[in-house]
Structures are given as C-alpha cells and as structure tokens.
C-alpha cells in the first residue's frame, strides 16, 4: 500500500518536459523526479546519475530480466526505464513522484497505479516541436526524424491521459502544471 502521489509527465521528445520539470522543481524542492536509466549516449553537458543513469543495452536487459524496472519501452533506438525500488521507497513514504515517460511507459504504469496522475505535454504545433528539436544539441537527423515520427503517434494518444498542457507560452504552461498537480483530487495508492 502506497501513501504518496505518483504523477506521469507525457508528450513528445523535445516539448518542453524537463525544463518545465526543472522549474517546478525549483518551486517545490520537495517533489521527487525519478532518475531513469537508457542505453542513449549522454547530450553534451549530461551528467551520470543526473539526467539519467547511463547503462550498456546487457546491464539494461539484466535490468529488465531482474524486474529492477517498473517500466520499459524503446524509444528512436535506445532503451528507457524507470528503476523501480527507489519509486516504491518515495511513494511507502508519503512523497510525490514524478517520472517523465513516453507513451508506452506511461501506459504500463498506468496499468500498476490506476490512480496515478497522469499529464500529457503538447507543443503549439509539429513545426515547432521540429524547430525545437532542431534546435538542441547532439541528435543526428534520423534521431530527429524518428523523434518526429514517435510525436505524431504519441500526440494521438494524448486524449488518453487526466491532463493536457500545451507548452506554448512557458510560464503559462508551468502555471498551469503546478495548479494539476497541487489540485488535490487525485491519490495514488
Ligand atoms: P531523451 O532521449 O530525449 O532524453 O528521451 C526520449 C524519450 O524517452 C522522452 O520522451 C522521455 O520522456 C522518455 N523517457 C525518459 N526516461 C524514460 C523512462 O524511464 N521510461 C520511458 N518509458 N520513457 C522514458
């Protein structure tokens, strides 16, 4: 039995998730973001253990056959998953957990943790995600291409979920996530 809130953060690569995470963050120091593991190659500037746990694609298998992760999916190539010990330790102590996923992680969370809380992040259209893309650093084009193609996909989905903020004005769009996950109508458990 859980007694914290689990929230999942949606949307497609390159709209805005971690820095609107890194802000409310900054706001509420308390809430905890969970640190995944991926098999990508670390962006200039990330950090091990920070952004991410970098891993070999047969440490993250090893993961994955140890049910060390509560989700997994591929995404544009690599492997993504949400380590699942530190996740139960937080929600067994009352904390907030955020984990910042796509689609399909999102959903096989959804399928543990009915009640989560669960957002989707749109762009203000496809041209500007691509230009915001585009625009960051390290991901070769067919990076970018399956990047954009997973969006479309993704963006389909997005009635799936409790919440859509759309990230066209930024303070907007924080304002916007810090009132959904303060309302307090939702509880996981
Ligand atoms: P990026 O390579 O841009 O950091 O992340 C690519 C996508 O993987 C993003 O949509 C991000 O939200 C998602 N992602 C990051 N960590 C995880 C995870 O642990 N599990 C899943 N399913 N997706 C993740």
Redesign the pocket.
């Known amino acids: 039995m859980h007694n914290g809130k689990l929230i999942i953060l949606?949307?497609?690569?390159?709209v805005g998730?971690?820095t609107l995470l890194r802000s409310l963050r900054q706001r509420h120091p308390e809430l905890y973001l969970?640190i995944?593991?991926?098999t990508?190659t670390p962006r200039s500037g990330e950090v091990d253990g920070q952004?991410?746990y970098f891993v070999s694609r047969d440490r993250f298998l090893e993961m994955v056959e140890n049910g060390e992760l509560l989700?997994?999916?591929e995404?544009?190539g690599?492997y993504?998953?949400?380590p699942r010990v530190s996740i139960e330790r937080q929600l067994d102590r009352g904390e907030w957990v955020i984990?910042?996923?796509?689609l399909?992680?999102?959903r096989?969370v959804r399928r543990c943790f009915p009640d989560a809380l669960s957002i989707f992040v749109l762009p203000p259209s496809l041209e500007e995600l691509e230009r915001r893309l585009r625009g960051r650093n390290g991901d070769s084009e067919s990076a970018i291409e399956r990047?954009l193609q997973h969006a479309r996909e993704e963006i389909a989905a997005s009635d799936e979920f409790d919440v859509r903020v759309v990230n066209n004005d930024f303070d907007r769009a924080l304002q916007q996530l810090e009132e959904t996950v303060f309302s307090d109508s939702v509880t996981s458990r």
Do not use: V
């Not at 949606?10 to 390159?14: C, F, L, Q, Y």
């Not at 984990?99 to 796509?102: A, P, S, V």
């Open positions: 949606t949307g497609p690569s390159g998730k971690g969970s995944s593991a991926t990508r952004e991410y989700e997994w999916a995404f544009a690599n993504y998953g949400t984990l910042e996923i796509e399909e992680g999102a096989q990047r």
